[in-house]
């Protein structure tokens, strides 16, 4: 289970471009929103804030509390000073726990392959995060994926390998590669000269062949 993190937040009057003169108070203007409410106004300390999003990103349930009252959301939307990379506002959805939502997970890849330890294979990779469906109560910040019995190549783990709660419901393809052992770059190279050079003797044969053909019809 996920963990949670809390905000302490403040009702937010100002609007607009006037928001900047909250920034440089060191607050940072927030919204909430969700399926069930209007967008409601906050704002929010920039250090706590910070941290909050540093360690919780965007899987991880956040608690908003605006005068006792705690609204679990997500992180939705962050938005940054181009230069300076300041967090200049933050969208947060506001989760029903009683709902299923989707999300996106991140993977991590744990262990170490014997193949890619003694250099028979490299390690390819998919994608980077899998998108699960659950109760908000069984989010996860990361998806673990050991690759210690990757041991030759051409092992492979795919979406239908993971091993998750029933909770949770993988919404990929369940053929979809994760990751995978392959011949290094040179082993491709030296197995593809060979191949060239057979098919290249297959054609210098076939072209003598022809041409003996032809002084014998001639």
């Not at 003797?201 to 019809?217: L, N, Q, S, W, Y």
């Amino acid at each position: 289970m996920a963990e949670k993190y809390v905000i302490e937040a403040q009702s937010r009057e100002i609007v607009g471009k006037k928001v900047s003169q909250l920034r440089r108070q060191g607050i940072v203007p927030v919204t909430v929103y969700g399926p069930k409410a209007q967008p409601v106004n906050l704002q929010v300390p920039y250090r706590p804030l910070q941290l909050a999003l540093l360690k919780a990103g965007g899987t991880n349930l956040i608690e908003i509390n605006v005068g006792g009252n705690t609204t679990p959301v997500l992180a939705r939307e962050v938005q940054r000073d181009i230069l300076r990379n300041d967090i200049l506002h933050v969208d947060f959805f506001a989760v029903d726990m009683t709902a299923k939502i989707r999300i996106d997970v991140p993977l991590h890849f744990v262990g170490e392959s014997p193949a890619v330890a003694t250099k028979k294979g490299i390690l390819v990779t998919g994608p980077t995060t899998i998108t699960i469906e659950t109760l908000p109560s069984h989010l996860l910040n990361q998806i673990e994926i050991d690759i210690s019995g990757l041991n030759e190549v051409g092992d492979s783990i795919h979406v239908r390998d993971l091993k998750l709660d029933k909770e949770v419901i993988v919404i990929n393809d369940v053929d979809e590669m994760i990751a995978r052992i392959s011949q290094p770059a040179a082993a491709r190279s030296e197995e593809d000269a060979a191949a060239e050079e057979a098919e290249a003797a297959g054609e210098v044969e076939i072209i003598k062949k022809g041409k003996a053909d032809e002084e014998e019809e001639g």
